[in-house]
């Protein structure tokens, strides 16, 4: 059985990761709903997910305010890691990590059925040395100086035993840049498969003004008595 894996960006549930979702998934507002959000303008049962010859398949339920992918209104549509997915006032988007950035690298994505993600053969090594059956993979491919990637196992912690003064402005500073960004890419025209998106040069602005501040940020961490400017 294949499972499914939604990060909420915007909206109630904000944060919130619904995480290795058996397929069928069903997304609303009612009890019931493997993906239940906290948004009244989402449907009692507003979309469904399923699989089709291997495709994650999404189809709005007739909701009331209806379903967008990456901008685009939507009956049904084959759902790819790292799509943005629109309900009510709510923003999904699908995919783990790992996920994601083997789209996005051109790579054989991981595929999590029944909790367990599959080894693609790509990824496979050879047996052990002491010549066991048991396959090994690969080890991780190297990545260039100054190239991002994005996987859960890689994702640094945040600092524990902060007071709560700490915690609030570290929250307020994130909760800062994330609607920054979220305005950033709201207005963003994909392509009908896709693989390409087109931004508007203002909105393309706000993300490096976003980068700045964030190198800011990380100088005035490392400098608390230096300026923030």
Request: aromatic letters at 6%; proline letters at 4%; charged letters at 30%.
């Amino acid at each position: 059985m294949r499972n499914v894996t939604f990060l909420v960006l915007e909206g109630v549930d904000k944060g919130r990761v619904y995480r290795n979702l058996p397929v069928p998934v069903t997304l609303g507002r009612e009890e019931g709903n493997a993906v239940r959000l906290n948004d009244e303008r989402v449907s009692r049962f507003h979309a469904k997910i399923q699989t089709e010859d291997g495709d994650v398949i999404l189809t709005d339920l007739d909701s009331t305010n209806g379903t967008r992918v990456n901008g685009a209104t939507v009956q049904i549509r084959r759902l790819r890691a790292g799509d943005q997915v629109s309900i009510g006032r709510t923003l999904l988007l699908y995919g783990t990590m790992e996920e994601i950035e083997a789209r996005r690298s051109g790579r054989a994505a991981p595929i999590v059925e029944n909790g367990v993600q599959t080894i693609q053969a790509a990824e496979i090594g050879s047996v052990d040395s002491r010549g066991s059956d048991v396959l090994v993979k690969k080890p991780a491919e190297t990545v260039s100086p100054g190239e991002w990637r994005y996987r859960d196992d890689e994702v640094p912690p945040l600092p524990q035993k902060m007071t709560g003064a700490q915690a609030a402005r570290l929250s307020e500073v994130f909760d800062y840049l994330h609607r920054a960004l979220t305005s950033a890419v709201e207005n963003i025209d994909a392509n009908d498969d896709g693989t390409e998106v087109k931004i508007a040069f203002n909105e393309w602005q706000t993300i490096q003004a976003v980068q700045m501040l964030l190198a800011r940020y990380g100088r005035n961490v490392g400098d608390p008595d230096g300026e923030f400017s």
